[in-house]
């Protein structure tokens, strides 16, 4: 019984994982990078404008997220996006984990294999076996692993939403100089106008005075 509550937790994150959509991209399964990227394009930035758009591009179980952030084409900040499906989170003991995060070579970790297929549920085969005890002892290890992913890429990606919001913070700083310096152009310019205007009227009136 404790086994079958195990397999329907483990659908229930396939189920999530499946079902989760932000701007209609699966950011937690491992759907085709094409489609992926098909959605980001269509995001609204057009590439006539920016030469590096928004896109997704990746494999079967990873992608990378690349926003684009300046003027210049070159200006782009990007972040690794894992699959957190079943498959991923429980590929055994050598589930593939993001680059540069602590804790990610461990006893009996590999570096990053390549992604494993989605296991069959029920029995032996299922992810998560704890129909001995070695199995769940086994399965425990595989539980902490599959947190510390999701903990991993959880720090990853708001480090990645802060970095956004301060470089929305100091884009809006630099709209509001540019329209202040705008405002300063136009008062210098109505500025030249009045002069003119004045000196005009002055020799307008000079010369009806002479008359």
Do not use: C
């Not at 086994?3 to 937790?9: F, G, H, N």
């Not at 210098?188 to 003119?196: F, G, N, Q």
């Amino acid at each position: 019984s404790i086994q079958i509550e195990i397999e329907q937790l483990t659908d229930e994150i396939n189920r999530i994982a499946d079902q989760a959509q932000y701007n209609q991209m699966h950011m937690l399964s491992n759907k085709s990078a094409a489609q992926n990227i098909k959605t980001a394009e269509e995001l609204g930035m057009q590439p006539a404008k920016i030469n590096t758009p928004a896109s997704l591009a990746g494999s079967q179980a990873s992608w990378t997220l690349r926003v684009h952030v300046g003027a210049n084409q070159d200006e782009a900040i990007a972040v690794n996006i894992y699959a957190a499906n079943v498959a991923n989170l429980f590929a055994g003991e050598g589930a593939q984990v993001a680059p540069a995060q602590e804790g990610a070579q461990q006893e009996g970790v590999q570096a990053a294999p390549a992604p494993a297929a989605a296991p069959s549920q029920g029995g032996v085969n299922s992810p998560v076996n704890v129909t001995t005890t070695v199995d769940a002892n086994m399965s425990l290890s595989k539980i902490e692993n599959a947190i510390r992913m999701v903990s991993d890429q959880r720090a990853n990606l708001g480090a990645f939403q802060n970095r956004l919001e301060s470089i929305k913070a100091s884009t809006e700083y630099a709209i509001e100089n540019l329209k202040s310096s705008y405002a300063q152009i136009q008062d210098a310019t109505m500025t030249d106008e009045i002069v003119a205007s004045t000196t005009n009227s002055i020799l307008t009136q000079s010369a009806m005075a002479m008359i």
